[in-house]
């Protein structure tokens, strides 16, 4: 009814089989074809769409939309494609204000939405939309792009802005980068809020839970747990008796013993956490790691398959 493709392109390279196995089932789910494009060189955010050409040209008279993977948000596909039909040209970038524009390079665009220039971290000010990284492209922005590796932001979008090619939306509701752990942490925090306002039937009902709290049905919680606010439960979780969680997530098949306190922190897939562990600042757990009983991690960033024996008291890799 939208008029959008059930068709999904992904490109990918570091651990693309793991990549390849979570999206075979979300493929099988959701009855979508999901092609993914293997990058053997990493080729930036434009080298991408020239290796999909061949996949992107069969549908050569639709446009087809470009995400960076790191950003989160209410993605309003319906309304960019309106908008993108409206002006009629060649491309349409969403935009989002910040209140910083010091620190990011920012966008400098007409009423109308036609854009003028990008501006790289003003000194004065000029403009405080930023690029948020959504974007929807008529096909013929293929031809600017050749195979290899290529900023689409530095080197295709100041070319199509001097052409009068690309327009500026300005992206409705939440917008993060989650690209690192505080802000995956904050980005989640806007997405429960959105759905609290939006989709309040996904959020946990569970007696435990307080606040906006997502829990995945297969997901296990004991008793006399204090869960929330702002807390992702993954599929087959185990929360064992007496366990707070605030403002963090637990990613699937994870178990987090008997009485521990986590905030501010995320938990990588199949990890353990041992009884009366206390974690926060900002702490994160890579997959299959082991906390014993009775330790403080203050901000550990711990990389995969590692057991942890002593206290973390103060923020530290361990490698």
């Known amino acids: 009814s939208s008029g959008i493709n059930a068709e999904y392109g992904v ?49 050569k008279d639709r446009p087809f939309f470009v995400l960076n993977a790191d950003v989160v948000c209410s993605y309003p596909f319906k309304t960019m494609l309106d908008f993108h039909q409206k002006h009629g040209c060649e491309g349409t970038i969403c935009v989002t204000k910040v209140e910083e524009p010091s620190r990011y390079g920012v966008v400098v665009y007409a009423e109308d939405g036609k854009i003028d220039r990008f501006v790289e ?41 001097k052409e009068g090619e690309l327009f500026a939306m300005e992206l409705p509701g939440f917008w993060m980068d989650v690209g690192q752990p505080k802000d995956f942490i904050i980005g989640a925090s806007l997405y429960l809020n959105h759905c609290a306002k939006n989709k309040p039937e996904l959020l946990s009902s569970h007696e435990s839970c307080h606040g ?47 009485h521990s306190w986590i905030s501010n922190s995320i938990v990588g897939w199949r990890c353990r956490v041992g009884k009366w562990v206390r974690m926060e600042g900002v702490s994160v757990l890579g997959e299959d790691v082991a906390i014993k009983d009775e330790l403080y991690v203050n901000g550990g960033r711990i990389l995969p398959h590692k057991e942890i024996g002593v206290s973390v008291p103060n923020p530290a890799i361990i490698m």
């Open 121 to 161: 971290k003003p000194t004065t000010f000029v403009s405080n939309r930023i690029n948020a990284g959504l974007y929807l492209f008529n096909t013929t922005i293929l031809e600017r792009i050749e195979l290899k590796p290529t900023s689409i932001e530095k080197k295709i979008f100041p070319q199509m802005s």
């Open 212 to 258: 906006n709290v997502l829990v995945d049905e297969t997901a296990v919680i004991g008793k006399d747990c204090q869960i929330g606010p702002d807390v992702v439960i993954g599929p087959g979780c185990v929360i064992e008796d007496g366990v707070c969680i605030q403002r963090s997530t637990i990613m699937k098949g994870s178990k987090v013993g008997s």
């Open 11 to 59: 490109g990918v390279g570091y651990r693309a089989d793991v990549m390849e196995t979570e999206l075979k089932k979300h493929e099988e789910r959701l009855g979508i074809r999901i092609t993914l494009s293997y990058e053997d060189e990493p080729l930036g955010t434009a080298g991408p769409l020239a290796l999909a050409r061949k996949e992107l040209l069969e549908y």
